[in-house]
């Protein structure tokens, strides 16, 4: 008899992991088999043993000398910085709240502001306007010179 998937499903079957078709087909296994029935037993021991094993915790000192590290990491971190990232770590929030605060002012005022209310039009501004450029406009009243086009080699 084929055992590799029952040996393979034997932990989720002991975790109560799978459906219950594959729970039943598990169990009759087991009842038929006796290799598989040697290993479930041996892997509910390990199950039943790694739940009274309780984990050991840090050695002594542990993390007061994590803590005493984090400052060396925030210098290691400042030290590779360029002079921007430096003078930014430096300023308190505040002072970056404050500058991103004038960024999001100066982009509202500069793009979107001005197209919040349309600008009046001064009819007579325009008129003004419409007739100067026609002036500047001028357009040449004489025809242009007829061109005759000669060939050198007298076709």
Same mark, same amino acid.
């Given at each position: ?66 803590? %005493?590290?984090?400052?060396?990491? @925030? !210098?290691?971190? *400042?030290? =590779? ?7 930014? /770590? ?38 003004? %306007?419409?007739?100067?450029?026609? @002036? !500047?406009?001028? *357009?040449? =009243? ?7 086009? /000669? ?5």
């Amino acid at each position: 008899m084929n055992c590799k998937w029952f040996r393979e499903n034997l932990s989720a079957y002991i975790d109560g992991e799978l459906d219950f078709l594959k729970r039943w087909r598990i169990k009759r296994h087991l009842k038929r088999c006796s290799g598989c029935g040697r290993e479930y037993r041996q892997l509910k021991k390990i199950h039943k043993l790694s739940k009274l094993v309780i984990l050991a915790g840090p050695e002594p000192r542990f993390y007061e000398r994590l803590r %005493e590290r984090f400052p060396e990491i @925030e !210098t290691i971190k *400042y030290e =590779r910085a360029g002079v921007f990232e430096k003078m930014w /770590i430096a300023l308190p929030r505040g002072g970056k709240a404050a500058i991103i605060v004038g960024l999001v002012l100066i982009l509202f005022f500069s793009v979107i502001y001005p197209h919040l209310f349309p600008t009046s039009l001064n009819i007579d501004g325009f008129e003004k %306007e419409y007739l100067l450029s026609r @002036e !500047t406009l001028t *357009y040449v =009243r004489e025809p242009a010179t007829s061109l005759i086009l /000669i060939n050198e080699g007298g076709r």
